[in-house]
């Protein structure tokens, strides 16, 4: 059974550029939530999607947008990155719309280095 | 405005001792509870979580955590610690207001190291 599967595990950016990283859910999973992990933080919430749509957005600019495909998977795109963009971004799947008590299941990450 | 709050940035016990990782946290609402452990290049796996009831949550591995809701602290324990317990341990925190019940706020987590 696989887990939730995040590409690529590794990127180098450098400022200005753009970049997309994918979510595959777990299987049996229809939502997917991002979570940006600085150095020596903890996750913090980027966004949420359920049934195609974003559902609850965190303190993130515009800069940050993302997608959900038929099949559940999902896609963070960054623009115009900046150098505070360097962080581990999380996917994290669960089923149903998340709220109260849902569990999620986390990927390993993707890690990005803007230089 | 919601908050979690780990006091401590690193934790060390001796191997076979109990081990106690802090939490409290702030909501609105009332609050769902998380824990979870990340390993080194590892994604958070799921410890246990709080949602009513029963004050002594048990958990994966061994780990138990205590709600306390004059002291708003969600303590993680556990009876005998073992070295491959070290890891990093994050508390996270749901409010069940309708709406802030998508996100969970996490605090910045405590280092874990069992000493052989």
């Known amino acids: 059974d696989a887990g939730v599967t995040q590409s690529p595990t590794h990127l180098i950016k450098t400022r200005g550029q753009q970049v997309t990283l994918r979510c595959s859910p777990k299987s049996g999973h229809d939502t997917v939530s991002w979570y940006q992990q600085a150095l020596g933080q903890g996750p913090q919430f980027i966004f949420q999607?359920?049934?195609?749509?974003?559902?609850q957005r965190g303190n993130f600019p515009d800069r940050f947008s993302g997608h959900q495909f038929p099949n559940y998977s999902s896609e963070l795109n960054v623009n115009a990155l900046l150098l505070g963009d360097s962080a581990l971004y999380l996917c994290?799947?669960?089923?149903?719309?998340?709220?109260?008590?849902?569990?999620?299941?986390f990927g390993a990450g993707s890690r990005l280095t803007v230089l | 405005a919601q908050s979690v709050a780990q006091p401590e940035d690193q934790v060390n016990v001796a191997e076979g001792n109990p081990l106690t990782v802090k939490c409290t946290y702030s909501?609105?609402?009332?609050?769902?509870l998380f824990w979870y452990v990340q390993y080194p290049n590892r994604g958070l796996q799921f410890l246990l979580k709080?949602?009513?009831?029963d004050n002594l949550v048990k958990g994966s591995y061994g780990f138990e955590a205590e709600f306390n809701k004059s002291q708003t602290s969600f303590h993680l324990k556990k009876p005998s610690a073992l070295v491959s317990d070290s890891a990093l341990y994050f508390c996270?925190?749901?409010?069940?207001?309708?709406?802030?019940?998508?996100?969970?706020?996490w605090g910045l987590g405590t280092s874990l190291a069992v000493n052989p």
């Open positions: 909501v609105s609402g009332n609050p769902y």
């Open positions: 996270a925190v749901r409010d069940n207001w309708a709406g802030n019940n998508r996100k969970l706020i």
């Open positions: 994290a799947s669960s089923y149903g719309e998340v709220s109260g008590a849902n569990v999620l299941t």
């Open positions: 999607y359920y049934e195609e749509e974003e559902r």
């Open positions: 709080y949602i009513t009831g």
